[in-house]
């Protein structure tokens, strides 16, 4: 029996970086409880500090999570805040399979705030390498 796992990303902004990776996979920003928050909070198990509001609603400011509505088991992504910047290569990244469509979702992602970094084939393979708005490499294959 194999383990089931996320991928945590780092990052100085994560509920930004939430947001743009739910738009670019097309799926959702796990809502927050605000209820929940504020009643840790009230009983001195969470402190203010550890909350923000982000786009009007109370949030964890450690972090902020995604998941594919349409496939609940899949593995989630968190993003969750670290105080350094990226300042390398990422030693591992995620592939978008896109198919056919893989330049119109360079196209769209780079719209929304990517940067285009090269492309590259092996044999039949292509791919474009890409950056998300914090730099975090990953490619549209």
Aim: proline share 6%; net charge negative.
């Amino acid at each position: 029996m194999g383990y089931e796992f996320q991928v945590t990303v780092d990052c100085s902004n994560p509920h930004i970086q939430a947001r743009w990776w739910a738009e670019a996979l097309e799926w959702r920003v796990e809502p927050s409880d605000e209820d929940f928050i504020r009643g840790l909070v009230a009983a001195g198990h969470a402190r203010e500090e550890d909350t923000e509001i982000f786009d009007g609603t109370l949030v964890w400011r450690a972090g902020a999570a995604i998941a594919d509505p349409d496939h609940p088991h899949r593995p989630r992504m968190l993003f969750q805040r670290v105080p350094e910047g990226k300042t390398v290569k990422n030693r591992m990244h995620l592939d978008i399979q896109a198919g056919d469509g893989r330049e119109v979702v360079a196209e769209r992602l780079a719209g929304a705030g990517a940067t285009m970094l090269h492309r590259g084939s092996q044999g039949p393979y292509e791919w474009i390498t890409m950056a998300d708005p914090e730099g975090n490499e990953f490619c549209i294959v």
